[in-house]
């Protein structure tokens, strides 16, 4: 794994839950810990991630990649785009990145965002909570614009999206082809500044 390019890791924040701010509850999940990705998460995220790629259309991977691939991909992208994991009672239960949206340098300022979660741990909030704090760090990188492509149906990862901002464009239909049938693709985006805006050059 490169090492931790992206700014250290940030001051971890035990994140807000919806509707926090009443009395905790003893019975209540546990809230959990959002933070930057270190070097040693890497493979508790492959095993979250590999567990999507062989069981649903949500990532069109065919099959897990190899480790050398994922400590590539985040040596290559990790310097701008944020990558963060939610920890329950000290395991990473889920996590959320961006990545380049394309290579082409008119893309510079728009990155593509997305989220796993540990099947055990769906349900609770920790999507939420990861975007929560992932949709600020983007800001702060200077990003203009965020995609996110859902495989369809995802009703969870839609309703995600549209909790944080982002709004449903349209559909790729047939877009990706995968347990040996076409997935249409809901293409989701959310704008971070004013069209006015414009970033700094270089
Ligand atoms: C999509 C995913 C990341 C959501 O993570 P999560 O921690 O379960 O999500 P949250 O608990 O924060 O809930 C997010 C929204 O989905 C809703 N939701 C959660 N589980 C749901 C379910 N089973 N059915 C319908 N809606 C559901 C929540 O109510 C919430 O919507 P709201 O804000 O309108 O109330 C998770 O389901 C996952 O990892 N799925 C497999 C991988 C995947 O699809 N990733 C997205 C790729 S774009």
Redesign the pocket.
């Known amino acids: 794994m490169p090492a931790d390019v992206n700014g250290g890791p940030g001051e971890p924040t035990p994140s807000a839950r919806?509707g926090s701010g009443a009395a905790p509850d003893p019975g209540a999940a546990p809230t959990p810990l959002v933070r930057d990705l270190r070097d040693d998460d890497l493979d508790a995220v492959r095993a979250i991630v590999d567990h999507?790629i062989v069981h649903?259309n949500?990532?069109f991977c065919l099959a897990p990649e190899p480790r050398a691939a994922w400590v590539a991909r985040l040596a290559a992208v990790r310097p701008r785009h944020p990558w963060l994991v939610a920890e329950l009672e000290g395991a990473v239960a889920?996590v959320a990145y961006s990545v380049p949206y394309r290579p082409r340098a008119a893309y510079a300022h728009t990155a593509e965002v997305?989220?796993?979660?540990h099947p055990d741990?769906?349900?609770?909030?920790?999507?939420?909570a990861l975007y929560a704090a992932l949709l600020p760090r983007l800001e702060a990188a200077g990003f203009h614009t965020l995609f996110?492509?859902?495989a369809l149906p995802?009703?969870?990862?839609e309703?995600?999206h549209?909790?944080h901002g982002f709004e449903r464009l349209g559909v790729l239909r047939e877009a990706g082809r995968k347990f040996d049938r076409w997935h249409d693709v809901a293409l989701w985006q959310r704008r971070l500044r004013d069209s006015d805006h414009r970033p700094p050059e270089g």
């Not at 769906?122 to 999507?127: K, N, P, T, V």
């Open positions: 919806p999507a649903t949500a990532n889920g997305a989220a796993y979660v741990h769906r349900g609770r909030g920790l999507a939420t996110a492509g859902i995802n009703e969870p990862s309703r995600l549209a909790r």
